[in-house]
């Protein structure tokens, strides 16, 4: 079976459900939708951007309390009473605050990093949980009543069955929508936060911005459970919003399988279900009344980080027959611009004066190189010389201590690496760095990124709701070409991490490429490729020249840069010790000698 036909089979399930199931099963089901819009949301920020947040029960909480003030709220001004009359209007005004409140505390505590992060989100998620418990207007810790039902065309739904369908309308439409847009550009750009920010900058994507996209998008997923939740029960405290509750929503999510859009819902599911039976079968072999289940679930999220850190989803897909999609790339898409070269000769890059140290190590001292355009130039020197620290400068990676340099008659100092990438420098790393699961075509297709923009609202609207595959297909269609062209044609659709060692760096020679650069920084490049890839790989390189693109290499094998390029920057230990054409340099005694004495 496809996967459009698993779609069809689960939404027919959902829709004989009700009809077929009794009340407590029924209520049982409200549940874990309800839990799988959140944990939607965490697969979004967790589980694909690795953003670890402990306070989405918080955002659930302002959700149902700004409908349950709307509708309930008898001292309203005018101005905001009118919102009351309809729970579809107070759904709306939940969404736009959940929105101001996300947008402000990602500006706040999206800037944070490694375990800080998951710190900053308990602060607010307590902080909010204690404004829902204190305030006189949301009745305090006892809470609020009087409730409306949600009503759809007049009709109220305020049945178990009648609610049922509009929590899981909003559950698949929130799967779907999630999984298209993660499949556009915007999508890769939220992949790619997985990669490292080095990586995604330096190829032109702007992480802050995705990473408060997906913040933003988990809490308005929050929102709308929780506005549903309210509504349903018709009754409010601030229990459901605390932080134990938005610890739990995590585990749903890290269970299930936070990599995945249907984790989301089996986590939801398993720990509702299992949470249910242990509250029943527990206290009865104890042989007294407590909340044990919490002490079992502890012990199960150990177990499940040490064993299945992927959850259960991978598990139960492996079971599950699925005929994939038969993917394609239209390579008759039109052809993204290209920007304009510089004449050949023209001065392209310049670094005067550049040293970097960390700490007491002075890693590069005094560094001083060209590049005219159409040249291929190569930095040679031993390990630890300096020369990776050297391309780092260049592409923003690293600010150096002291020095200049010049690209295009521009001062680069002070640029971030999405600005130098943004002005035609693209780059490959020494030690690669790429998304592993990801396809080959995805990988390469990031470094495209930034060459088709349009705005984040659209992105985002037109990625959820499959309006964006025109420019998807140019995307894709450019990622093709490098692909083909750098011999990696027969692996398009494998996942990067299954590449050898070799073929994954000739991947990010595509993927820079891709950026349609003036000049390109390889680093070690030809490094695991065996004789007969190397001169593919020197060939590819001739006719990148030939169409005035400029590279500057890092190489070891001195056959491999000989024929190939037309100068040659010597270092060791931090400093320039020669520079000439490739035949002076390799007769030249100091170059000799700090090979001799460095790496014999
Ligand atoms: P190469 O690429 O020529 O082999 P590198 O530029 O990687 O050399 O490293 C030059 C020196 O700088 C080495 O001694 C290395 O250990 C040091 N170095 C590189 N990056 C860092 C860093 N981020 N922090 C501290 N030391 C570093
Ligand atoms: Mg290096």
Redesign the pocket.
Same mark, same amino acid.
């Given at each position: 079976m496809s996967a459009r036909h698993w779609l069809a089979l689960f939404v027919a399930l959902v829709l004989l459900a009700p009809l077929a199931l009794p009340e407590f099963t029924v209520t049982l089901l409200n549940y874990i939708g309800l839990y799988a819009l959140v944990a939607l949301g965490l697969v979004l920020l967790t589980g694909i951007g690795g953003l670890t947040s402990f306070g989405q029960a918080a955002f659930v909480g302002l959700g149902a309390y700004t409908s349950a003030v709307l509708t309930t709220s008898t001292t309203l001004p005018p101005w905001l009473a009118w919102l009351g009359t309809s729970t579809w209007l107070t759904l709306g005004a939940g969404l736009v605050l959940t929105f101001v409140f996300a947008l402000a505390i990602g500006l706040l505590t999206l800037r944070l990093s490694g375990h800080y992060l998951p710190l900053g989100t308990i602060a607010w998620g307590i902080s909010l949980y204690f404004v829902f418990g204190n305030l006189e207007l949301l009745g305090g810790f006892t809470g609020m009543t009087g409730l409306p039902p949600i009503a759809v065309f007049g009709h109220a739904l305020t049945g178990g069955r009648e609610i049922f369908y509009l929590i899981w309308l909003f559950l698949l439409v929130g799967v779907v929508a999630t999984s298209n847009l993660l499949d556009s550009r915007e999508g890769r750009a939220i992949r790619a936060l997985r990669g490292g920010r080095v990586m995604a900058e330096s190829m032109g994507v702007d992480t802050a911005r995705s990473r408060l996209v997906i913040f933003v998008l988990a809490a308005l997923l929050a929102s709308v459970s929780g506005w549903l939740y309210a509504h349903m029960q018709r009754f409010l405290n601030p229990t459901p919003f605390s932080i134990n509750v938005g610890i739990e929503y995590l585990f749903m999510a890290v269970v299930g399988g936070a990599g995945h859009v249907w984790g989301a819902l089996l986590g939801a599911a398993v720990i509702t279900v299992s949470k249910q039976w242990l509250q029943d079968v527990l206290p009865r072999l104890v042989g007294q009344a407590g909340n044990f289940e919490v002490i079992v679930f502890g012990i199960a999220m150990i177990v499940v980080l040490q064993r299945a850190r992927e959850g259960l989803w991978p598990a139960l897909a492996r079971w599950v027959p699925t005929r994939a999609a038969p993917r394609r790339v239209d390579t008759g898409a039109a052809a993204l611009e290209r920007r304009a070269r510089p004449a050949p000769g023209q001065a392209l890059l310049d670094i005067e004066h550049v040293t970097m140290r960390?700490g007491g190590?002075v +890693?590069v001292h005094d560094m001083a190189l060209g590049v005219a355009a159409g040249e291929i130039v190569a930095l040679i020197?031993p390990?630890? +010389?300096?020369?990776?620290?050297?391309f780092n400068i260049i592409s923003g990676v690293l600010a150096p201590t002291e020095g200049e340099i010049r690209f295009l008659g521009q001062a680069l100092r002070g640029k971030s690496a999405r600005q130098i990438a943004a002005l035609g420098i693209s780059r490959t790393f020494?030690h690669v760095k790429l998304l592993p699961q990801m396809s080959v075509l995805d990988n390469v297709a990031i470094g495209a990124h930034a060459r088709a923009n349009p705005g984040l609202l659209r992105g985002v609207l037109a990625g959820a709701w499959h309006l964006e595959r025109r420019l998807e297909q140019r995307l894709l269609a450019e990622a093709a070409r490098h692909i083909e062209r750098v011999g990696l044609g027969p692996h398009r659709f494998e996942p990067a991490g299954a590449l050898p060692l070799g073929k994954q760096r000739l991947l990010e020679v595509a993927r820079a490429l891709a950026a349609d650069p003036c000049l390109l920084l390889l680093d070690e490049p030809a490094a695991g490729l065996r004789y007969l890839e190397k001169r593919a790989l020197a060939e590819l390189l001739l006719e990148l020249k030939a169409e005035g693109i400029s590279i500057l290499l890092?190489e070891h094998d001195m056959d491999f840069v000989m024929g190939l390029v037309d100068r040659v920057y010597v270092?060791d230990f931090g400093q320039k010790i020669c520079e000439g054409a490739p035949e002076e340099v390799q007769r030249d005694a100091r170059v000799v000698e700090a090979y001799l004495g460095g790496v014999e």
């Open positions: 960390f190590l +890693a020197g390990n630890g +010389a300096g020369k990776s620290t050297t020494q890092v270092m």
